[in-house]
């Protein structure tokens, strides 16, 4: 019977509502080691930083025309 009752609070499948806020909090913390792992390597590899200029120009123009988009969706649903 404990084995059981340990099985289920490892895995968040008990009735305790501490084994469930435990598991959140852990199942958090993987994640975000994970996504400092993916940042890192991708930091060390130069991915992020490789023709950043000219890919800054074109996110820059792409969040302009974006802006413009809304801004115009936003007067059209305003007139009616």
Known sequence: MAYNSMMDMMYGTGYSPYSSILSFI???VIILVIVGLV???LN???FL???SS?????V???VDDIKRMVEDIK????DI
């Open 75 to 78: 007067n059209k649903l305003d």
């Open 54 to 58: 000219d890919r800054l120009t074109r």
């Open 60 to 62: 820059e123009k792409d």
């Open 39 to 41: 940042v890192v390597l």
């Open 49 to 51: 930083g490789s023709g």
């Open 26 to 28: 852990l199942n958090i």
């Open 44 to 46: 060390k590899s130069d």
